[in-house]
């Protein structure tokens, strides 16, 4: 992937969500909204987490939504939301500031995705991209943690 | 070689995201190693000397009377917490 991760169509800052289910499905509607998952992903997204455990937070502060590619993806595509108020997952100790979601279509293809949120985290840029408001801003920052 | 399997629900996002910060404290500790990753299902059957996976999924494994050692982690890219848990395992098996 050679063209910025995210633009207009896949980033909202500051989103208000009621808990971690919703901060889910308004993650993954980012995904829906540009064709890369079908309607039933968030939901397969929440029954794997309450099946398995929040898998999905990876390191404190950051979730990335995902599952099978069998389980609604139809491209490879990421989102980036920042919660207004951070949500606990379940028999988590800190909560979620940031959630990128992404949909893979096999089992190699996302590999620049994983990358760049391995990056974050290694980097240090969670609290930095939870404050944040401008999808410039975002992008430089993430340029800078990629390079 | 040492093989290690990284285990998370979809086998695809966070036990990819561990597996690269699994490679990362390998080369920074100079241990060669065969690094792969799964979703849990698939697990089961795996040959593989060390399972690593997340806390969540720790009362999961233990069902099952697995020979290889398992560690669990709290944050699965805590390249710290990664080094602490692995080493004293590759000490064991005399690959440190």
């Given at each position: 992937m050679t063209e910025t991760y995210f633009t207009k169509d896949n980033v909202q800052f500051n989103v208000e969500v009621n808990d971690w289910k919703d901060a889910i499905y308004k993650s993954v509607a980012l995904l829906r909204k540009n064709g890369?998952?079908?309607?039933d992903y968030a939901t397969e997204v929440i029954n794997n987490v309450k099946k398995y455990g929040p898998y999905i937070v990876i390191y404190p502060g950051i979730a990335i939504p995902h599952t099978r590619p069998?389980?609604?993806?139809l491209k490879v595509g990421v989102s980036l939301v920042t919660l207004k108020t951070p949500v606990y997952f379940k028999d988590t100790s800190s909560p979620v500031k940031i959630m990128i979601s992404f949909s893979a279509t096999d089992n190699e293809q996302h590999l620049e995705i994983i990358k760049m949120i391995v990056k974050i985290v290694e980097n240090g840029l969670i609290d930095k991209i939870s404050t944040m408001t401008s999808l410039a801003d975002l992008n430089n920052l993430i340029g800078d943690g990629i390079s | 070689m040492l093989q290690i399997l990284v285990v998370c629900g979809a086998g695809l996002g966070s036990s990819f995201a561990c597996q690269m910060s699994v490679e990362s404290v390998l080369q920074d500790i100079g241990v060669k190693a065969s690094v792969d990753h799964s979703d849990i299902s698939s697990a089961a059957g795996t040959r593989a000397d060390i399972i690593i996976s997340g806390k969540n999924f720790e009362s999961q494994f233990r069902r099952y009377d697995l020979s290889m050692d398992l560690i669990f982690l709290d944050?699965?890219?805590?390249k710290k917490e990664i080094e602490e848990k692995l080493v004293p395992v590759l000490k064991s098996k005399g690959a440190l």
């Open positions: 890369f998952v079908t309607d069998e389980n609604g993806a | 944050r699965l890219v805590d």
